[in-house]
């Protein structure tokens, strides 16, 4: 099922008449998916309320969209809050004139629980938020949806009472946590929270500590916690792992007519011998003329992705590899990634290629 497919379906359930808010896995299970599906359904939620065609309710259910509670000078934008409590919001694909400030000022008292990165509404409130600064004011009314529920921080319990530091400058002050003894936790622990209320201007917030990291500054900790911080992917899914296996066993080094045969031709490639992968390389021949033609090549990794497979949507939820001290979260399986789609000395591989 493509993503317009779920898309279409999703809010055909959504607005049926007998329709009860429920979490996006509830939904899932209505519409007799798949658990490998559910990942996929709450991303499809996200994309639609996103677009104003559906909405988050209390304790994250979703609910058809209600344009009634949708001033026409609401606006939708991304939250950034400072130090200070107070914040501004980006409005989402508004463009300013040069010289115009874009961002819309949120005091504190009317930032509600927002937390960076989340898409939120506001409405206006008429005049500047100073005599200097000439950005229009606000108020949020509404949390779109959340950036993440998730956060990275260090256990620094205090007078007795547990408290969690977030890294960066996400929260200004630490995140009270309930049981950490449950987790073992010990002062000085890098722990990942899942935040239970978060905290406003009126109230601290409160979280739970979901996993212990280990101690600060440890071998590998580091790197653990730039990947729970920035909801990195784990492992592949199944079926991804499934599709992978199917392309390499597809594979064979027979050249088809469609493919132009350079195996006689020198290719090198550019990447450096300790490089985490190879998919770039350049090949140069002197021409009877006395020019030169230069050739680059690289790896034709689309070729292993067909379109609409699992493969595809978690390529394409993934983006990108990602290069960390340690280790790579690749965007594809290594089974492609570290073989089929890498430029390895002596072996058939396809390519993109351009001449000049």
């Known amino acids: 099922m493509d993503q317009l497919e779920l898309e279409a379906l999703i809010l055909k359930h959504v607005h049926r008449a007998n329709y009860q808010p429920v979490k996006p896995k509830v939904i899932a299970k209505k519409l007799g998916l798949p658990d490998a599906?559910?990942?996929?359904?709450?991303?499809?939620?996200?994309?639609?309320?996103?677009?104003?065609?559906?909405?988050?309710?209390?304790?994250?259910?979703?609910q058809p969209a209600d344009p009634a509670k949708q001033k026409a000078t609401d606006i939708i934008g991304t939250f950034s809050r400072t130090s200070g409590g107070f914040g501004f919001v980006r409005p989402r694909g508004m463009t300013h004139k040069p010289g115009e400030q874009l961002d819309i000022y949120i005091a504190a008292k009317h930032t509600r629980d927002a937390a960076n990165g989340d898409m939120v509404r506001v409405r206006l409130r008429g005049g500047k938020s100073s005599d200097h600064d000439r950005r229009q004011r606000g108020e949020?009314?509404?949390?779109?949806?959340?950036?993440?529920?998730?956060?990275?921080?260090t256990y620094q319990p205090r007078s007795g009472f547990p408290l969690v530091r977030v890294?960066?400058?996400v929260f200004s002050q630490p995140i009270p946590v309930g049981d950490p003894g449950a987790k073992g936790v010990l002062e000085g622990d890098k722990v990942v929270i899942e935040m239970v209320r978060f905290p406003s201007h009126s109230h601290e917030g409160e979280a739970v500590i979901v996993e212990v990291l280990g101690p600060r500054g440890a071998p590998g900790v580091d790197t653990l916690s730039i990947i729970r911080e920035f909801n990195l992917p784990d492992d592949f899914p199944a079926e991804v792992l499934d599709c992978a296996r199917e392309q390499a066993e597809q594979f064979t080094?027979?050249?088809?007519?469609?493919r132009l045969d350079l195996t006689a031709t020198t290719v090198i490639t550019i990447d450096p011998a300790d490089a985490r992968d190879f998919d770039d390389a350049i090949s140069l021949e002197a021409l009877p003329n006395?020019?030169?033609?230069?050739?680059?090549?690289?790896a034709d990794v689309a070729h292993f992705v067909p379109p609409k497979t699992a493969l595809d949507r978690e390529a394409r939820d993934r983006a990108t590899s990602v290069y960390l001290p340690d280790r790579v979260i690749p965007m594809l399986p290594e089974i492609i990634s570290n073989h089929l789609a890498s430029l390895q000395p002596g072996q058939v591989r396809y390519a993109k290629t351009v001449f000049m």
């Open 290 to 298: 006395g020019h030169w033609r230069l050739g680059v090549h690289i």
């Open 167 to 169: 890294d960066g400058s």
């Open 37 to 62: 599906e559910r990942a996929e359904v709450r991303k499809a939620v996200k994309r639609l309320a996103k677009r104003g065609k559906l909405a988050y309710g209390a304790n994250h259910l979703v």
């Open 253 to 258: 080094e027979e050249i088809s007519e469609d």
């Open 140 to 153: 949020i009314v509404e949390i779109v949806e959340r950036e993440t529920h998730q956060f990275v921080g």
